[in-house]
């Protein structure tokens, strides 16, 4: 490098000090942070926002760093964050005793979601104290909606207590069973373990702080939870309630869509689960209702998704024929396009990529003909267990899994499905009606 440019500086990702951690101790750190002359290198604090490395390494052992947030991973759309981290991290590490602080950054693998948590971040560049949240969210949201308004207000204060407020160190993958669906053997677990996973279940429907949905056995599917999905249901009652207030306001749509889907779908992950445990029991009226529940979730979220112009499936495919110069590259861009957010690439016919849903999406679009199909799959080869009294057949279904996969990816052979660019339907109107559906309380007129 130095041959190339006599003042190259070498820019260096510290994600491997946390990734590969058991490697890289002390010595091991030392011996390449100190390989580089000093101030020749710039190490990002890939992940500070969570297990920031300048605190355990001393500083990065005297070399400069750069205080990044990396906060989501594929482009999920889940809302998720540290607030208060966000709003401490970057001034505790630059007034630290010996700090070799230079910057910060955000180094996320996707932008499009959680607005909040960019807007503050970016702020931190310019600010030398910490930033008092529930202050600034007042302000934020005064911002954002273009006038004050009690029960969004209120709403926020719940926002920040819960889903902006995970304090778990888990790295959050968006693992909600609708677009990471679970691929396993239900019918595996021993009867000690499906009594467990019933007194977890009845656990899990309590309110208070959550971890997984089934952290205690490690054979179940495991979605990230941790909050009260009763206090975000609240919050969003409280928001709804705002809708005269600021029915014109484009924000205010955009994050009640986003509130929204975030509890159903956290609803979704506990019908999952109680039509596992009917499965389990053999239950086959009440793994019915609980499996049929399921797909009507995603089928609703799939509309109120339709509803906003942000949550369309049809603009990523559009803009990615949008780069085309050929029809063969129009092709080959929708293949692309269509296969980063369901399985990425490395299929078979037999076996799906190991990376399969790291980049999913909740998307209009993508629910109902990708998401959809997958899960109503998974039912009926175990209501045909159920049925026949046999064993659940996991590798036919893995093999239709990928036959799924591959036809939606390739649509493009029997005549591609035109996604829609434009929203459709009220998001207001559809919002409530699915509050009162799922939630079952009424709202005030």
């Not at 064993?391 to 052979?413: A, L, T, Y």
């Amino acid at each position: 490098m130095s041959e190339g440019d006599k003042d190259a500086v070498w820019l260096m990702q510290g994600w491997l000090f946390y990734s590969d951690s058991a490697f890289w101790k002390p010595p091991q750190m030392k011996a390449l942070l100190h390989s580089v002359p000093l101030g020749k290198m710039i190490v990002l604090d890939l992940f500070a926002d969570v297990k920031p490395i300048w605190r355990t390494s001393s500083q990065f052992y005297g070399a400069p760093y750069v205080w990044c947030m990396l906060h989501n991973f594929g482009g999920n759309i889940e809302m998720y964050g540290i607030l208060d981290s966000i709003a401490s991290g970057p001034v505790d590490a630059r007034v630290s005793e010996n700090s070799t602080m230079v910057g910060v950054g955000m180094c996320m693998e996707g932008i499009e979601q959680n607005p909040v948590v960019y807007e503050l971040m970016s702020e931190m560049a310019f600010r030398n104290e910490k930033v008092q949240v529930l202050e600034w969210l007042k302000t934020y949201a005064h911002r954002r909606y273009g006038k004050a308004v009690p029960e969004v207000e209120a709403t926020w204060e719940i926002l920040y207590h819960t889903v902006y407020n995970c304090t778990d160190g888990i790295a959050d993958h968006n693992t909600d069973f609708i677009v990471k669906f679970p691929d396993w053997d239900p019918s595996l677990l021993s009867g000690s373990a499906i009594s467990k996973r019933d007194q977890m279940h009845a656990l899990h429907a309590l309110p208070g702080p959550r971890r997984f949905l089934s952290e205690e056995n490690s054979d179940m599917p495991q979605a990230h939870l941790w909050y009260s999905n009763q206090e975000l249901i609240k919050g969003l009652k409280l928001f709804l309630n705002a809708g005269n207030a600021l029915a014109g306001c484009a924000t205010y749509r955009y994050d009640l869509v986003d509130i929204t889907r975030q509890a159903l779908s956290k609803l979704a992950n506990q019908v999952y689960m109680d039509a596992v445990i009917a499965f389990q029991h053999k239950d086959a009226s009440a793994f019915n209702i609980h499996s049929q529940k399921f797909l009507q979730l995603i089928k609703d979220i799939d509309e109120l998704l339709a509803s906003n112009d942000n949550f369309l499936l049809g603009t990523w495919l559009e803009s990615a024929k949008k780069l085309a110069t050929n029809p063969s590259e129009m092709i080959q861009y929708e293949f692309n396009a269509r296969t980063q957010v369901t399985m990425w690439y490395d299929t078979n016919i037999t076996t799906q990529s190991k990376l399969h849903d790291y980049a999913n999406k909740f998307w209009s679009g993508l629910l109902v003909d990708y998401y959809l199909p997958r899960a109503s799959t998974y039912f009926d080869y175990m209501s045909k267990s159920l049925r026949e009294k046999s064993e659940f057949q996991v590798d036919r279904w893995r093999q239709q899994w990928v036959f799924i996969s591959i036809s939606w990816q390739s649509n493009w052979k029997t005549g591609t499905k035109n996604y829609p660019i434009r929203a459709k339907g009220d998001s207001i109107a559809i919002a409530k009606a699915l509050y009162d559906k799922y939630f079952g309380q009424q709202l005030i007129k």
